[in-house]
């Protein structure tokens, strides 16, 4: 029955699949995809660009359908196809049953050969300039920031609005949060609570607005996480915009009842050690940057340590879904276990929202298991499509709602399921929990262009405010 039910929903949000696949000249197509800036990085001395970007010369995006085939769609998603081939996993389509791949050349002549009758068509072609692209094309922002202070005399609201026109680093998001809480002491506070492998902080920050009808830990709380694939810049910018939205609220409408009835946690950027790494090293790392038990590869999947039916994986430990060898094995999930049960009798979580990139999907539990019925299944529903809803009315944008263990693939192989901080939450700590999965749909992928962060940060602060609303009417 539940399987026929997942089925039915698939159907419903199936689009007719438009993209003009073709064969092997494709490597000859013009790429629409780059925002064609009036410098391309090859104009430049390497000694400027902001990574070593000739480690994406000849490599491509590329986007699979796979249609019915599922030897194809099996092949493409073991581990050991991803050595065989070499390429990368980017993300995948259900609705439209695509796979989008990294993968140079030659690689891709080799998959081809092992699949004639495939159906693919170019993403990205210059991967190096796109790459480029998402770096802030001024000088240092945090360089920026010290000057626009004293310019600006600390105004939050002229800092921000510089703020928000890039992507920006941990330096200057530090910068940009310490200047919030000295802006407004009063409801917003950072917290560290603990320290990464490389011995960076995990930083928590608390918005809570007085309320002398209700005492702190009376309030609901919501959380909302962001950065926890590295490379994902769109759901760190997403979160930081959110609570700056919820600021600018608070001043025009202090007495707001979303604000002094809930409480709020962002976690913006949950594995600081990958982030940075894309911002010093390889811009499309995905993983934290610990060590494993395999000389030379680092890094765990964050979203697959959690301790909730976590299962071995069976990717290897260079692999970008390795889930370590023990559930909490990676640093940051066990850090915010140890935190959740610390603090457990000061916050009554009741939502909770994980921001990932790329897809337009709003994914629900379970992730491990599709025949799996979530509780109160029809109001889980009801309150993910009225986050669709509330997107969409935006700026027009459609979000597919979906049980999370379609989106990884669970039923193919379960270890790409398990572990998931939104099964965590979900049957531990949140009664509604959510993945939201930003955009776009492939065009652009890991490598949103800047200009989308203030849309896309409109788009879900919308569907915060929906999930907020929807969390006060609920008397649990």
Known sequence: MRAAFILLLLVLQAVAFQLP??????????????????I???ELDPSVHPINLSQYQNKYVITIKYGGD???????????????????????????????????????????????????????????????????????????????????GGDIHSY??????????????????DLLQSTYPDVISLEEIGETFEHKKIKVVHFATPNDDLKHDEKKTIVITGGVHAREWISVSTTLYVMYQLIQLYETNPTSKALTNLNFLFIPVINPDGYEYTWTTDRLWRKNRQQTPVPHCFGIDIDHSYDYHWTKSSDWACGEEYSGEVPFEAFESRIWDQYLNETNAEHKIAGYIDLHS?????LYPYAYLCNQQPRDEENLLELAYGIARSIRLQLGHTYQVLPACIDKDA????????????????????????????????????????????PVGDEIYAAIKYFCKFILSDDR
């Open 411 to 454: 039923d193919y192989l379960p270890d790409l399921g398990s572990g998931t901080s939104l099964d965590f939450m979900y049957h531990n700590r949140a009664y509604w929990a959510y993945q939201l999965k930003l955009r776009d749909t492939g065009g652009h992928g890991f490598l949103l262009p800047s200009k989308y962060i203030e």
């Open 21 to 38: 696949f073709q064969l092997p000249d494709f490597f000859g197509k013009t790429d629409t995809n780059i925002e064609q800036s009036s």
């Open 40 to 42: 391309h990085y090859s």
């Open 70 to 152: 599922d030897d194809l769609k099996k092949t493409l998603l073991r581990p050991s196809a991803q050595k065989e081939f070499n390429f990368t996993k980017w993300g995948r389509s259900n609705t439209q049953q695509t796979i989008d791949l990294q993968i140079d050349a030659e690689n891709m002549k080799k998959m081809i050969e092992r699949f004639p009758s495939m159906e693919f068509q170019v993403l990205i072609e210059d991967l190096s300039q796109a790459v480029f692209e998402t770096y802030p094309a001024h000088e240092s922002f945090y360089n920026q920031s010290l000057k626009a202070k004293e310019e600006m």
């Open 358 to 362: 790329y897809s337009q999907e709003i």
């Open 160 to 177: 921000s609005e510089l703020f928000f026109k890039e992507y920006r680093d941990l330096k200057a998001i530090d910068s940009w949060l």
